[in-house]
């Protein structure tokens, strides 16, 4: 009988000891990973910020660059300063000695630019100039080869006149898109172009410089 008693009591002291040792609350572990999830989506979001401020600086870097180097271009004949009388008063100062035989204001790259050539005796000259401000954009010289003739500074001042004649005669729909003054046979020649970017239509005129005589029309 005492040692049933002995055994009962053996075992409920197992049983408390038992329960003793066994954790009243396991850990849980979907907090934990919840918990590093939303850790994870934070540094993503984090992340995200960071590459989209890097874009955007890069965009605005861009944009400024642009800005900067587009300053100077003009892409309105209307908008140009520099008149031809100036651009071949440059051309001059800058080769002093030499002759023209050329001058042309048109559109290089969507943009206008006077373009100037000359000579001496030994060489060729072309200047390029922003019709802005006749800052120099190129210039090249190259060994003399055969020419055509000179371009006087009279003939250059008849220029804007022949130009004024040819607006007026097609009308305020028409642009001038390019003009050329250059020694063709021994005779001064103006080229100019003018356009209806709206109807997509343009006309050529050919002048004598010298006689202000309309030779030629093309329509």
């Not at 892409?75 to 520099?82: C, N, Q, T």
């Not at 009388?85 to 943009?111: M, N, Q, R, T």
């Not at 200047?127 to 800052?135: A, F, I, R, S, W």
């Not at 003009?179 to 050919?206: A, F, P």
Request: aromatic letters at 6%; hydrophobic letters at 30%; a negative charge.
């Amino acid at each position: 009988m005492f040692k049933k008693k002995w055994v009962i009591s053996l075992i409920l002291v197992l049983v408390l000891a038992l329960s003793a040792c066994t954790p009243k609350n396991a850990p849980n572990d979907n907090n934990s990973t919840d918990q590093g999830t939303t850790g994870d989506t934070t540094n993503t979001n984090d992340n995200n910020g960071n590459n989209n401020n890097a874009d955007q600086e890069n965009i605005d870097e861009e944009n400024n660059n642009q800005n900067s180097n587009t300053g100077n271009t003009i892409a309105s004949y209307e908008d140009i300063k520099l008149n031809a009388e100036e651009a071949f008063d440059i051309f001059i100062k800058k080769y002093p000695g030499a002759k023209v035989e050329k001058i042309e204001l048109s559109l290089d790259d969507g943009s206008y630019f006077y373009k100037v050539e000359g000579y001496d005796d030994t060489k060729e000259y072309d200047l390029k100039l922003e019709p802005e401000n006749g800052n120099i954009v190129n210039e090249e010289q190259n060994d003399r080869g055969d020419v055509e003739g000179e371009i006087t500074s009279e003939d250059v001042k008849k220029v804007h006149d022949l130009i004024g004649k040819a607006k007026k005669e097609v009308g305020k729909d028409y642009i001038v898109d390019e003009w050329t003054l250059e020694v063709e046979n021994g005779n001064t020649i103006l080229d100019i172009e003018v356009v209806d970017r709206t109807n997509n239509k343009d006309m050529e005129y050919r002048y004598n410089i010298k006689t202000g005589e309309l030779m030629e029309k093309d329509q």
